[in-house]
Nanobody
């Protein structure tokens, strides 16, 4: 039902910036939150940032707080992630994810198991 497509990845030097986009199609009205995750080779997938669709509440992981910013354009059904002051350790495959809406449930979760829909990923490589 829900399809997600990431774009904007690429290679950049340390200290540089990059912007990622995720176009969503399907049942946007039934979506509770959307988030960005990342996974480096040999490491587990980790949550980067999440935004609650209805309240617009956001949460960023400690490792990216102050450098990355998640945002949503409802008119275009597109999720964004602005990556500033990039570091080599930010190198990873970045995934867009969506979670169904549930009344009373926590919307700003960054747990992989809580998200039902996933994109194919976009590679971000940061060189020193």
């Amino acid at each position: 039902q829900v399809r997600l497509a990431e774009s904007g990845g690429g290679s950049v030097q340390a200290g540089g910036s990059l912007g990622l986009s995720c176009e969503a199609s399907g049942y946007t009205a039934d979506t509770g939150s959307m988030a960005w995750f990342r996974q480096a080779p040999g490491k587990e997938r980790e949550g980067v940032a999440v935004i609650c669709i209805r309240s617009r509440t956001t949460k960023h992981s400690d490792s990216v707080k102050g450098r990355f910013t998640i945002s949503l354009d409802k008119d275009k059904n597109t999720l964004y992630l602005q990556l500033n002051d990039l570091k080599p350790e930010d190198t990873a495959m970045y995934y867009c994810a969506a979670k169904k809406y549930t009344w009373g449930a926590v919307c700003d979760t960054l747990a992989v198991a809580d998200f039902e829909y996933w994109g194919q990923g976009s590679q971000v490589t940061v060189s020193s």
